[in-house]
Nanobody
Framework: EVQLQASGGGLVQPGGSLRLSCAVSGFTFDDYAMAWFRQAPGKEREGVSCIAMSDRSTRYSDSVKGRFAISSDNAKNTVYLQMNSLKPEDTAVYYC???????????????????????WGQGTLVTVSS
């Protein structure tokens, strides 16, 4: 059974850091494009970052560029999202996703539609507040 398990969320003060993890089981993603999304209360799901395992190319939304970094450990079948300089507007449920059909990352604005039919984790809540 294909499963994605997101973890690492929690409460952090503005300016702080968190690292999210997404452990994948049931398939290998060496040639896939793995992605992180987030959904804030009352807002639509948005793409945050993506990494193409074929060449390690990455994409980031403008709102997180320079603050977040996506990476992977293929031996552990795990994708990470390092989040630095966190802001209150980063508060959201963060989801990891995979789609075996994607070998390259789509544009960030197109990510939600591209990953609709893919595999999704349960999400982990990140709250940035004083």
């Amino acid at each position: 059974e294909v499963q994605l398990q997101a973890s690492g969320g929690g409460l952090v003060q503005p300016g702080g850091s968190l690292r999210l993890s997404c452990a994948v089981s049931g398939f290998t993603f060496d040639d896939y494009a793995m992605a992180w999304f987030r959904q804030a209360p009352g807002k639509e799901r948005e793409g945050v970052s993506c990494i193409a395992m074929s060449d390690r190319s990455t994409r980031y939304s403008d709102s997180v560029k320079g603050r977040f970094a996506i990476s992977s450990d293929n031996a552990k079948n795990t994708v990470y999202l390092q989040m630095n300089s966190l802001k209150p507007e980063d508060t959201a449920v963060y989801y990891c996703a995979a789609d075996p059909r994607l070998f390259a990352c789509p544009p960030v604005t197109e990510m939600p539609s591209y990953y609709t039919a893919g595999y999704w984790g349960q999400g982990t809540l990140v709250t940035v507040s004083s």
